[in-house]
């Protein structure tokens, strides 16, 4: 269930790919940008979408655009977008997120899940990850029912917290990983993807800014194609 509505606009996912380069290190301080039309054309967009991308980064400080000279990386020690709490990148780095969704359910929370949120019920949402295209994740995440009574599939963003924040109002601010190796989830071999067999493992504890765990996710992921990434400055 691939939808273009929930895809992040274009110049959105451009300046997300670059900000993730820049907290990489890949993009380093002071580091000048090729010229607009090249940039452009490496990453598939028109110019002008391009710069609409590289004028968001001039708002918050992650680049200097300096007339007759160039664009020039500037390092933020709070660098950010909306992907900053993803962790997982290709294996030769980097990789813009996006999502393929697969389910929307409200369900009971299973015996399986640890304790988390106040309600006994859950909104289920099961998507496939990808990095730059490339299928390289299964995800299942479980937000607690107080934050939403219904979720309409249509209004969801590829990134979800996003959604949270826009459409629930809800700001997941801090998360809690705790990482290691499970079995791919019977509920993806439909989707024809991924090997049967183990795979790399992320559950996570997602809390607003009180404390309160919100949401609930595990991921698998193709040690093959990606790789769990956390930076520490």
Do not use: C
């Not at 190796?181 to 993807?193: E, H, T």
Request: aromatic fraction near 8%.
């Amino acid at each position: 269930m691939r939808s273009e509505a929930n895809a992040l606009p274009k110049y959105i996912q451009a300046s997300e790919t670059l900000i993730r380069d820049i907290v990489a290190g890949r993009l380093r301080d002071g580091e000048r940008l090729a010229p607009e039309r090249d940039m452009a054309a490496d990453m598939g967009i028109a110019v002008g979408t391009l710069r609409k991308a590289l004028g968001e980064l001039e708002q918050r400080g992650l680049i200097e655009r300096i007339q007759g000279s160039g664009n020039y990386i500037r390092h933020q020690p709070d660098t950010s977008g909306v992907y900053a709490l993803f962790r997982l990148e290709r294996i030769d780095g980097g990789g813009l997120p996006s999502a393929d969704l697969y389910e929307v359910s409200k369900v009971e929370k299973p015996a399986d899940l640890p304790r988390f949120g106040s309600s006994t019920m859950a909104h289920r949402i099961r998507r496939l990850r990808r990095l730059s295209a490339e299928p390289i994740a299964l995800e299942e995440i479980w937000l607690d029912a107080k934050w939403a009574d219904t979720i309409d599939p249509k209004r969801l963003s590829e990134s979800l917290y996003l959604f949270y924040r826009r459409s629930l109002n809800l700001w997941i601010t801090r998360a809690e990983d705790r990482i290691g190796i499970a079995p791919m989830p019977d509920w993806g071999r439909s989707l024809g993807v991924f090997r049967d067999g183990m795979a790399g493992f992320v559950e996570r504890f997602g809390e607003t800014d009180t404390g309160e765990v919100a949401e609930y996710s595990r991921t698998w992921f193709n040690s093959d194609r990606a790789r769990y990434v956390s930076r520490i400055r």
